[in-house]
């Protein structure tokens, strides 16, 4: 789907809702760090504006964006953010969390926070539907207390607190989802930066936690630390213990 097409699609899904939110998350597969989801929510004005006209044509999923284009985006949705056009906002979880809940469920749970920091669960929820015979104004005080359509990327979420659409490949076909994607991107990015910096030995600012051979390597020769996700690398350490065993028969 063509760049331009984005805004598009996001205009057909918001429809008579108020507002659309896009959700996405980085860090699934990564060995290490914390999965990352950004929730980025947007009104049918912000669509027809100026800056969707003419700037949302640069936006596209963040895996398909260079570095410096991602920063210039982001920057720009910080700016939007202040000027009360847009609302993003973060959710995470952390490896004890990937560890506790499996990758799907940690990702489950960051979305979730992402969520929260926009709308709680609770403003979705209908408490009886009313009857045949109810009047207009009663039925409206069935209704959810928020007008708001929720796009994920991928497949729908079973079990989740808000409902919501699942948007296979929806990083490269909704502009909110997309926005999301580089939103959780680059704060990923940062948070991988950082952790570089105290733990050097791995190259985190490099591969940002992903398997590249160079950091299977280093895990291979320094061990794993405590942003690892050792149930990721249960094959890869038992490599290493075996190496080591066999190091010490040899010593003997």
């Not at 504006?49 to 260079?66: E, I, P, Y």
């Not at 284009?69 to 000027?83: I, T």
């Not at 950091?215 to 075996?242: E, P, Y």
């Amino acid at each position: 789907m063509k760049r331009r097409q984005l805004r598009g699609y996001d205009l057909k899904q918001i429809g008579d809702f108020t507002s659309l939110i896009g959700v996405d998350e980085v860090g699934r597969g990564a060995l290490a760090g914390p999965v990352v989801a950004a929730a980025v929510s947007v009104t049918k004005a912000f669509l027809e504006g100026r800056w969707a006209m003419t700037r949302a044509q640069k936006v596209n999923d963040s895996k398909q964006l260079t570095a410096l284009d991602r920063e210039e985006l982001f920057q720009e949705f910080k700016l939007l953010e202040a000027q009360g056009l847009i609302v993003t906002s973060l959710g995470m979880s952390s490896v004890e969390e990937i560890e506790v809940l499996n990758i799907l469920g940690a990702t489950k749970l960051a979305m979730r926070r992402a969520l929260e920091a926009i709308h709680p669960p609770s403003a979705f929820e209908r408490r009886t539907e009313p009857d045949l015979f109810a009047s207009a104004v009663e039925v409206a005080e069935f209704a959810p207390r928020v007008s708001c359509h929720i796009l994920i990327d991928g497949l729908p979420l079973k079990h989740f607190a808000y409902p919501h659409v699942g948007v296979v490949r929806g990083d490269g076909r909704s502009l909110c989802i997309a926005m999301a994607s580089i939103v959780a991107k680059v704060t990923r990015d940062q948070l991988m930066v950082e952790l570089d910096a105290k733990s050097p030995l791995y190259g985190f600012a490099q591969h940002k936690g992903y398997g590249t051979e160079e950091h299977r390597l280093a895990v291979l020769q320094h061990g794993a630390i405590s942003h690892h996700r050792t149930v990721f690398l249960r094959k890869l350490l038992s490599q290493r213990n075996d190496a080591a065993q066999l190091n010490f028969l040899r010593d003997d």
